[in-house]
Structures are given as structure tokens and as C-alpha cells.
């Protein structure tokens, strides 16, 4: 149990890592993104993270840290809403909210995701049988 809930964070915070890389732009393409915009350096951001496990699961402890993080590392510029619960719909609604852009980061099982892509399966593999 133990083996299986340090895999489930490594994945999670791999997942976060790549999320938070692919918010950076290099300083060439942000000027040429926004021409006009150089002097904006007050901007904020805010996200919204939501799940389908209860407010007291480590998913959304998880969640609870990484927004903590968020924050602190862009010195406040960067703040997250988190909806723990399904409070934003199951898996299946919060999954097309991520491809509309109306959700910015979702926590999602490896069983919903496989019944969207055989290829994804591999995720859940690593269960599959005893090491």
C-alpha cells in the first residue's frame, strides 16, 4: 500500500512539474506575444484545480500543497482555486472543462482516462502484477 500511494505522488508530481514548465515563455516570445505589454509586471493569474476525491484525501492535500506552492513561488502572482469533491462534475465533465480551457488542471484516474485512449493504458500497467 505504502509502494503504490509514493508512485501515485511521483506521478503527480511529475504531472505538476510539466504543468508548471508549460507555463513558461521565453523573454523573446512573451515581447512578441505582447508588443505593448512589457511593463505589466503586476499581472496575476488565477487557476482553477478541481478532483473527484473528498476534501480529506491526500489528492486534494496534494492539491492544497501545490497551490501553496504556486503562490509562494511566484510571489503571489499565481493563486489557485481548488474544487475538491466533483464540485465542478465527474471525471467525464471535468475531462472536456480541461479541453475547453474552462478548467486549468484536474486530478484524473487512469481507469477514466483508458476508457478514452487504449493507449493510455500503460499508466495502468504498472498494477497490473507484482514486482
Known sequence: MTRKRGMYFFIMTIVAALFLSACGKDSDEAKADNPGKEGEAG?????????????DHIWNET??????ELEERSDGRMKMELYPGGQLGG?????????????????ITTAFLTSRSVAKIFFAISESFAS
Open 43 to 55: 499581472q496575476t493569474y488565477n487557476f482553477k484545480l478541481a478532483h473527484i476525491a473528498p476534501p
Open 63 to 68: 492539491a492544497q500543497k501545490f497551490a501553496e
Open 91 to 107: 471525471e467525464p465533465d471535468m475531462v472536456q472543462q480541461l479541453e475547453t480551457g474552462s478548467l486549468d488542471f484536474g486530478f
